[in-house]
């Protein structure tokens, strides 16, 4: 489980390719301090496991699921990535409960730089729709957003100062491919509401 509060910038180092996968290294610094092999680590929203790790940098084997639903399998040595370590139980909530499974792939659609801040539109496919609320959360890459206006086919955000200089979402321009998680919390009322809404469920016998 992740908050969606990037640690760092990481870079990828290389990406070997296997026979039903691909093993990336990457190249970190905060994340690395107390993780070790089978840990847990939000690559641009992805929750990877740590197969390895040197002073500097750390793999994980990406399945070819992974690689075919998610952004990962478009990464390419020199890229920078948003890494965050998964939350601890005294951690605080900076964000909101990321799992780090990833439920769509968007795209920038549109950048409108501002005095303080950039708002960014992104689309998403139209079956996530009933997930988002405005003022809502999303998770845009890794990184814990705040939706603006929610609409059928994607979404608005604001990025402050702070999440540009910080995060891929600072450079990321119309056309990027950017992994998207909704809410999971949204995910568990609406599928209570679609199992009340059945007739199956309804004449269910009580246990």
């Not at 729709?129 to 957003?145: E, Q, R």
């Not at 990025?159 to 910080?166: A, C, D, F, N, S």
């Amino acid at each position: 489980m992740f908050t969606g509060i990037v640690e760092e910038l990481g870079t990828v180092e290389a990406v070997e390719p296997l026979s039903d996968a691909v093993r990336l290294t990457l190249r970190a610094t905060a994340v690395l301090e107390g993780t070790g092999p089978g840990d847990s680590v939000s690559v641009n929203g992805c929750c990877l496991t740590v197969a390895e790790r040197t002073d500097t940098t750390w793999t994980a084997d990406v399945m070819a699921e992974t690689l075919a639903k998610t952004g990962l399998g478009s990464l390419t040595a020199g890229d920078r990535v948003n890494l965050e370590r998964a939350v601890t139980a005294g951690s605080r909530l900076g964000g909101h409960l990321v799992q780090g499974h990833v439920d769509a792939v968007g795209h920038v659609v549109r950048r409108e730089p501002g005095e303080h801040w950039d708002v960014v539109t992104v689309s998403m496919p139209r079956e996530l729709a009933p997930y988002l609320v405005d003022k809502g959360s999303i998770t845009v890459d890794g990184v814990s957003l705040t939706v603006v206006e929610a609409r059928d086919d994607g979404f608005t955000v604001s990025l402050i100062p702070e999440t540009l200089r910080r995060t891929t979402l600072g450079f990321r321009e119309p056309g990027d491919m950017v992994n998207l998680e909704v809410d999971v919390i949204g995910k568990y009322v609406a599928r209570q509401l679609e199992l009340r809404a059945t007739p199956e469920t309804r004449e269910a016998p009580a246990r």
